[in-house]
């Protein structure tokens, strides 16, 4: 199933993140791709909003990764948010046990995913930003089917 949505400004797509994070289970493991500067960490500033993470969100491209703590209706929330862009290798993504985070039953964003294809059947979502004029963009969801 694929959705997509047509943003005119940061405010829409965090405003279509959150109605997007409404529709997640436990355990989905989320890519985001897109040109740098597409929009993926506006995206996911969205998704935190959703789930009331109290950290501010910041591009984990120069810590790989960062964990956020939320809740929703009253239940704890962890979202992993991971950035492959400086990961050189598979052995250096598995050596930050990038597999056990995906399968811990937490919500997994991973920004850059197609630089490890070896990953791709873990995904149950893709998130792709695009550039369609100079504040818009296009975001196309597609979930597949397990």
Request: hydrophobic share 40%.
């Amino acid at each position: 199933m694929t959705e997509e949505f047509l943003s005119h400004s940061e405010h829409e797509t965090r405003q279509i993140a959150r109605q997007f994070a409404a529709s997640l289970q436990p355990g989905e493991i989320i890519s985001l791709s897109g040109q740098l500067g597409a929009g993926k960490t506006v995206f996911m500033r969205g998704v935190t909003e959703f789930f009331n993470c109290s950290e501010q969100l910041s591009s984990p491209t120069f810590s790989l990764f960062n964990i956020y703590q939320g809740s929703l209706a009253g239940e704890e929330v962890v979202l992993h948010h991971f950035d492959l862009y400086r990961i050189e290798s598979l052995r250096e993504l598995e050596a930050i046990g990038f597999d056990e985070y995906l399968s811990s039953g937490d919500l997994s964003f991973v920004e850059w995913a197609e630089r490890f294809t070896e990953y791709a059947s873990f995904y149950t979502l893709t998130v792709s930003l695009e550039y369609a004029g100079d504040e818009s963009r296009r975001i196309i969801i597609k979930r597949f089917v397990r």
